[in-house]
């Protein structure tokens, strides 16, 4: 593949991992942030923005040692740990650097930041990135399309809940019950996304 | 094959080794703040190592802030203005701080974190506070769930506070609180006593630092406290005095009939205080001494239920109810209460209602 036909690759990547193949409206990965986190937009949209910034970093993150540290040694039944301490440092050492320079936004992602290192739609990004072979290129895209994707679900999700809040559910379905159906909806409604782009 | 199990455990260790030299190298840069120094009120300064929080400094340094809830920043009570180097107004602090206070940098101490030079304000009477050891000298029993407890002071031997305000007494850790707690209490006994300061606890079931003091804590232990704090104090004026309590509210407003009996003090006053039942009533004795002691108080215990087999002849209801019922020329006079927030709210209700303001209801919540 040449440089444009990568580039194109990788912007249909992105879009797909939005819409078609949400991270966790198709795969349900990260699903326990995404009911425990859900009441309000306001909690939702910070832990949404620093999964964004997770995924992305640590996605190239792992490519680059899997490509360069495990593939050469022939290493791969390894990357699960490698990726999970490479994800738990990564987190560690982002919250040093925004806690010493933003204060404000570190009080305000609160725990969600160190709450993300057990997110497993980070792990995921990270493993599929590995299994469907993606280039650096590719894996900016995924990585990046794979956040978005899951902040835009849990802000839809947050701002339905918030609706919902009012509504009189009925006592077994309450908190999680009618969050979990609601999910279930969503996907669909993403299923109809399914066609709109070639090649993934 | 044992190459390459050699191989994959010495990648795999150092490239962990590799991640913790890199987060250790990081904190050593980021989380490193050095030293910074502290000036408070412009007059004395002190260095410390900075990145730790500013209340749990202030404390390490011997100045004590109130707080209740020991730095969580849930109880809003760590106030204090912080002129210069505390970084902008954080989310955690929002809703404790009126605009006022926004507006002339009051922040909570135990959420602003030491990153740099500090100048802070601290007011003049928390500069009093001071921590003291004590020991305990004598346990008495008032009623089935109160009790008398008397400190005497060993390292400063005096205490000097304006009466109606409180300490905190230090819980140690024991069998059932693993951490040491700071629980307000406040100081029941003659202002002129400076060597010693006493307290009426009620127990609290579950409480860490009742039950330490009701089922532990023998004469003769030490213990620690610091102190005095609040605001809770006699006005200066002339208006007839009503005082309510209900429960260990007896403290301060006890406190206050010795500091009056001291400065014989000639205002008119009404003392309601309230109980379930008869035998919750509690210090009748001293109470009738202090009526006889001052010219123009008057003690007026009311019992809600009499039981059978009781005989009460004084008043009976709520407390508030009595207050309706007895209290001439409401308007005049001043109300200072003291209890549970539900007999407070209820009161300051009543005292509205007969005419009392705002600015002249005075209390003292125990929450």
Redesign the interface.
Known sequence: MNGTSQLSYAFVVFISAIFTQNILLSYFLGLCPFIGVSREIKAAFGLGLAVIFVMTSTSLLNWVAYHFVLEPLDLHFFRFIMFIIIIAAFVQFTEMVIERYSPTLYQRLGVFLPLITVNCAILGASLFMVIRDYTFLVTVGYGLGSGIGWFLAIIAMAGIRQRLSNERIPRGLQGPGITLIIAGLMALAFIGFTGVLQGN | MFLAVL??VG??SS??AG??A??VV??HF??NYGQCKITVNEERDFTIEGGKDLLSVLTGEKLFIPSACGGRGTCGLCKLKVLEGA??L???EEPYLEKDERESNVRLACQV?V?QDLKIEIPKELLAIQEYTCKCTDIQDLTHDMKQFRFELIEPKTIDYIPGQYIQLLTPAYEKSSEEVYRAYSISSDPADKGAIELIIRLVPGGICTTYCFEYLKEGDQMKMNGPYGDFRLSETEAPIVFIAGGSGMAPIKCILHHMKNTDNQRKATYFFGANKVKELCLSDSMSQFESDLANFKYMPVVTSVEEGESWDGEKGLVTEAVERNLKEAEKCEAYLCGSPGMIDAAIKVLKKMGVTNDRIFYDKFE
């Open positions: 191989i994959a990648v795999v490239i962990g991640l913790a890199v987060l990081s904190e980021f989380a970084g902008p954080l989310p955690t974190k990153r």
